[in-house]
C-alpha cells in the first residue's frame, strides 16, 4: 500500500482547496440567482404547509436596496390591512457550505472510484438536505417571531436554538468539513479495496 500523506500533499491539497473555494463562492454566469430561485422554490415547498399566505420572491440583480441576486424576499401579508411586508433572507450562507464541502471533497486524495462517488455524490445530497434547513431555519425564525405562524413555546424556543446554533458564519465551514471528514473514514475501506491502494 502506498504511504499517505507529506508535507507536499498536504500543501497540494490546501492549494487545491483554497483555489477551488475561490471559483465556487463567486457567483459565476448568475449561479447566485439560478441558487436564489431553485432555493426558495424549495423553502416555499416546505413553509407553505405552515404558512400558505407566505410567498418567496427572488431578488434578482436588480432587488431592493442592499440585496443582491443571491437574496430571496419573504413576503409577509397583513392580517389586518393586507399590505405586504418583504423580508429579504441572503441564501448565500446555504449555498457557502456546498461550495466548501465540494472544494474538500475534490481535492482530498481519494482512492478508487467508488469512493470517489461516495464521498462526492454522497456528500453533495447531504449538504444540499443541510442548505435546504440552513435556509429554512432563519424564515420559521421570522414567522414565529411575528406570529404569521403560531406555535408553542417550546417549539419556538428550538427554533430560536437552531437558528443561534446553526446560522452562523463559523457553521458555515464547520458544517460541511465535518461532514466531509465523517465520509472521509467511513469510506476509507473503499480505498484501502482499491487496485491502486495496493501497488
Not at 439560478?34 to 427572488?58: K, M, N, Q
Not at 436596496?65 to 389586518?80: C, F, H, K, S, V
Not at 471533497?105 to 454522497?122: D, H, T
Not at 413555546?153 to 465551514?173: K, N, Q
Amino acid at each position: 500500500m502506498r504511504r499517505q500523506g507529506g508535507p507536499k500533499q498536504v500543501l497540494f491539497f490546501l492549494v487545491q482547496f483554497a483555489a477551488l473555494l475561490s471559483m465556487l463562492a463567486l457567483p459565476w454566469h448568475g449561479i447566485d440567482v439560478a441558487f436564489a430561485r431553485g432555493g426558495g422554490a424549495a423553502a416555499s415547498a416546505i413553509i407553505s404547509l405552515c404558512a400558505p399566505d407566505v410567498t418567496l420572491v427572488p431578488a434578482g440583480r436588480e432587488g431592493p436596496p442592499g440585496t443582491n441576486g443571491w437574496y430571496t424576499l419573504l413576503e409577509l401579508r397583513d392580517g389586518t390591512t393586507g399590505q405586504p411586508t418583504k423580508v429579504p433572507f441572503n441564501l448565500r450562507y446555504a449555498y457557502l457550505p456546498i461550495a466548501v464541502f465540494l472544494s474538500l471533497a475534490v481535492a482530498a486524495p481519494l482512492q478508487g472510484w467508488k469512493r470517489n462517488l461516495a464521498v462526492v455524490g454522497g456528500g453533495f445530497a447531504i449538504m444540499l438536505l443541510v442548505a435546504l434547513c440552513l435556509a429554512v431555519i432563519p424564515m420559521f425564525y421570522v414567522l414565529a417571531r411575528t406570529a404569521t405562524i403560531h406555535v408553542g413555546s417550546i417549539m419556538r424556543g428550538a427554533i430560536e436554538t437552531y437558528f443561534d446554533a446553526l446560522v452562523t458564519p463559523t457553521m458555515m465551514y464547520a458544517i460541511p468539513f465535518l461532514v466531509w471528514w465523517m465520509l472521509m473514514a467511513v469510506t476509507r475501506p473503499l480505498a484501502s479495496s482499491s487496485p491502486s491502494a495496493r501497488k
